[in-house]
């Protein structure tokens, strides 16, 4: 008899004795918020040890004068974030041949301006690259004209174009840069002409 009234109790203790349900549900909670919070915790560890490169922007070389020397490098960044720097095509002007900045060419007058360059890159420059037109006064000039002669790694050489001087006067600008086969521009190169 003993027995069977403690079998009977038995459900009436354990319920009694354990938790209620409003006890179950906050434990739940607080281990969801918990599980969650470790969660982003372990994802901005990761980050943080395992940052991924920023991207920068590759800063486009101003105007300068023909008298100073202009060397143009792309910095890129690897997969491992490593800088690696592109010095295949890089251009340095040596002097202007003809026509120097500054000289008067009578309105709508032809001719032809010739520069001095380096190739200071480790890619030979063939009649594949290309002078083109960048910004400034045209003057009548061809937007892409091929370059006449093979430039060696380390060469220097000339590179021409002919123009046609605008019949008003005034002094005028243009700018030049050279590309490679692929269509990528590297260096610049100026016309300053004043027409009286």
Known sequence: MKSRLFLLLLPALLVACGPSQAELDATLAAAQVHAVSTFAAQLTTAAEQ???PTPTATPQPSPTSEATAEVQVTMTLSATGAATMD???IMIFKEDV???DGEEIAGGATFTKTWTVENA???NWS???Q???SHGDRMDGARTTQIQQTILAGDAGNISIL???PTASGEYTGWWTLASPLGEGFGHLSVVIIVP
Do not use: D, E, K, Q
Request: aromatic share 10%.
């Open 50 to 52: 395992n940052p991924s």
């Open 127 to 129: 009649p594949a690259y």
């Open 98 to 100: 003809t026509v120097p």
């Open 131 to 133: 002078l083109l037109f």
């Open 163 to 165: 123009l046609r001087a």
């Open 121 to 123: 890159g480790t890619c």
């Open 87 to 89: 010095t295949c095509n």
